[in-house]
C-alpha cells in the first residue's frame, strides 16, 4: 500500500513539472525572444558538424552564413546561394549535448517551412504560417527530399505566395518567437495542456508530411 501512494505522489509530481516547466521557459522566451550574433562562436559550430552534412550542404550550395546564441543555444546558419526566392537556409544548433539539424524555406516574411530532425518539434503549437514537420531518424538527404516535397505542397496545394524576403534571419525568428509565443497564450488552460503536448502530440506529429 505504501509503495502505491509512493507512486501516486511520484506520478503527480511529475505531471505537475511539466506544466510549471512550460510556463517558466515560456514566460521565459517572451521576455527575451532576441536572438545574438556571435561571431565568435562560429568556428566551434562549424567544426561540430559532421562531415558528411557538412559535404552535403557544399554539393547543394550552401554556404556558412553566421552563428548565434538563443539563450544556452549555440546555431549554426547555413544559406543557399545563387538562388532566387524562396530563401533557403540550413540550421545547426547545439544546446548542450544535444544537437538539431533541420533544413529552412523562408516563402516570405510571414510564411516559412522547417524540416527538422528534433523530437521536441512539436512540444509547443505553431500559428499559421509556421510551417513544421519532423522526421527524428531520416538521413540527411531524406531529410532534404522531405523539405522539397514539403516546399512543393505549400506553394501548390496551398498556393502559399513566394516573395522576397525583407527580414534579416536574426529579425525573423526574434519575430517568429514572439508570435509562437502569443499563440502558445492564446490556448486556454495552456500549461495543463503541455502534459498533452509533452507526453503525446509530439510523438503523434513525427514522420508525418504536413
Known amino acids: 500500500m505504501e509503495d502505491l501512494i509512493l507512486l501516486v505522489i511520484f506520478l503527480g509530481v511529475a505531471l505537475l513539472s511539466i506544466p510549471i516547466s512550460m510556463y517558466i521557459s515560456v514566460n521565459k522566451m517572451a521576455q527575451s525572444p532576441a536572438i545574438v550574433q556571435r561571431d565568435d562562436l562560429a568556428p566551434e559550430v562549424v567544426a561540430a558538424l ?25 546555431i549554426g546558419i547555413w544559406e543557399q546561394q545563387g538562388t532566387a526566392a524562396p530563401r533557403r537556409l540550413f540550421s545547426f544548433s547545439r544546446t548542450g549535448l544535444s544537437r538539431t539539424t533541420e533544413f529552412i524555406t523562408e516563402f516570405s516574411d510571414d510564411y516559412s517551412l522547417t524540416t527538422t530532425m528534433t523530437k521536441a518539434a512539436f512540444v509547443f503549437p505553431r500559428s499559421y504560417g509556421s510551417f513544421m514537420q519532423s522526421f527524428p531518424k531520416y538521413s540527411i538527404q531524406q531529410l532534404w527530399d522531405q523539405h522539397g516535397h514539403g516546399e512543393q505542397f505549400i506553394t501548390s496545394d496551398l498556393a502559399v505566395p513566394v516573395k522576397q524576403c525583407t527580414l534579416s534571419f536574426a529579425d525573423g525568428f526574434h519575430i517568429g518567437v514572439l508570435r509562437q509565443m502569443a499563440c502558445i497564450r492564446s490556448v486556454p488552460l495552456w500549461p495543463i495542456r503541455g502534459i498533452y503536448w509533452f507526453f503525446l502530440k509530439r510523438f503523434l506529429m513525427q514522420n508525418r508530411p504536413i
Open 50 to 74: 559532421p562531415p558528411d552534412v557538412a559535404a552535403f550542404l557544399d554539393v547543394l550550395g550552401f554556404k556558412f552564413s553566421a552563428a548565434y546564441k538563443f539563450h544556452a543555444c549555440h
